[in-house]
């Protein structure tokens, strides 16, 4: 199976839902580590309902046309179980800015400068809304499942965002040095 088929289990193991709402929580609560495209999930549900481990949740027709409805099933959630316990695959990291900043020498200081004002302000961004989600989070009672594991989750990507943000801070002086320096010298580093 695919990663994506435990993203969706792992959701349904939690409530019954449709295509759009899993897009929908994957895009809100996961937006700084996962994504998923409605091109993945759709058929995804499809297969998991095929191979048994998800099934169509039977709901009421209120008019017009309603999304299909999954939930997990016994074994769907004795696959996303063995699946916790394997081992985690080697996790990729695509991050453009660090290609750009490779080659940077080919095009002009400013230039790179908007690239990192660009990236700086995405993840000022992405670790104001984990700090709204961690104290709306904190104001709830402890009864969920794994309450305790999404606050380390939003733990994990508020220490990131901050790691890129000083990362900015020191490249964006890296850039700003480099243009108005002669041509000879960038600082070593």
Not at 94 to 111: D, G, Q
Not at 166 to 174: H, L, M, S
Request: negative net charge; contains cysteine.
């Amino acid at each position: 199976m695919r990663q994506t088929d435990y993203v969706i289990l792992g959701l349904l193991a939690e409530q019954p839902l449709n295509g759009y709402q899993i897009k929908k929580i994957i895009d809100i609560r996961f937006q700084f580590f996962w994504s998923e495209s409605f091109g993945q999930i759709f058929p995804a549900l499809k297969s998991l309902a095929a191979s048994g481990l998800a099934e169509e949740y039977p709901q009421e027709h209120t008019g017009g046309r309603a999304a299909k409805t999954y939930q997990i099933t016994p074994s769907g959630k004795d696959a996303l179980i063995d699946w916790l316990s394997q081992p985690v695959e080697k996790e990729s990291l695509r991050l453009e800015i660090l290609l750009k900043t490779y080659f940077s020498n080919y095009t002009a200081p400013s230039v790179m400068l908007g690239h990192l004002s660009a990236f700086e302000q995405s993840h000022a961004q992405q670790l104001h809304i984990l700090g709204l989600f961690q104290k709306e989070l904190e104001n709830i009672p402890d009864d969920d499942e794994n309450h305790r594991e999404v606050l380390r989750v939003i733990d994990f990507g508020q220490k990131v965002n901050r790691a890129y943000l000083d990362w900015c801070r020191e490249t964006r002086d890296y850039f700003e040095y480099k243009q108005h320096a002669p041509k000879s010298g960038a600082p070593k580093e």
